[in-house]
């Protein structure tokens, strides 16, 4: 069944590099809980305790707004294929904006995405399975193009205009210093 790991032993490593899709969890001090899902190959293993994602833009910016007030983070992943198993990794995280001396390092390690607003820099100190024998079977089809087109389509000025509207507080109104701490 389930177990604990202070560190992300190597065969989980491989787990997580495989997989296609996660989840991550935040939440504030109070407020709302937010869990969203995560693809589109955003996701490196920098060490045993270490994970950094890219976020693009998108209807909300709750996981930024949270981890600026409140660092815990949790990063959730679920065998959809072969042996059932759940993978939590809990820690403690840092939103890092373009204009932050470590974004251009961390930028070039993924393809660029258009859209692309921060990067989320995981510090792991608990790793958690458990048996996901109730996780149904899916068969991974494909990536979605639609968020990436209409990010192109925008362009970096209609991006920055989104985050303008939609991007700049939570929904429990929480700042995200989204244009403050990308150069506007």
């Not at 993978?87 to 204009?99: D, F, N, P, T």
């Not at 362009?155 to 995200?176: C, F, H, M, V």
Request: with cysteine; hydrophobic share 40%.
């Amino acid at each position: 069944m389930g177990k604990r790991y202070t560190e992300l032993p190597e065969k989980l490593k491989t787990f997580v590099e495989a997989q296609k899709l996660f989840f991550v969890g935040t939440a504030a001090a109070d407020g709302r809980v937010n869990i969203s899902p995560k693809g589109m190959d955003s996701l490196r293993v920098l060490g045993k305790n270490r994970i950094v994602w890219l976020n693009v833009t998108g209807s909300g910016n709750e996981t930024s707004a949270h981890v600026q007030e409140n660092a815990r983070m949790t990063l959730m992943f679920a065998a959809f294929e072969g042996s059932p198993m759940i993978l939590r990794l809990y820690g403690e995280a840092r939103v890092i904006h373009q204009s932050d001396p470590e974004w251009e390092e961390l930028f070039a390690l993924f393809d660029p995405l258009p859209g692309a607003r921060q990067i989320f820099d995981l510090t792991i100190d608990l790793v958690q399975t458990s048996c996901g024998m109730a996780v149904p079977f899916f068969d991974y089809a494909g990536e979605r193009t639609q968020l990436n087109d209409w990010a192109r389509k925008k362009g970096k000025d209609g991006i920055r205009a989104y985050w303008k509207e939609k991007n700049q507080t939570s929904l429990d109104g929480k700042p995200t210093w989204i244009l403050e701490k990308n150069g506007e």
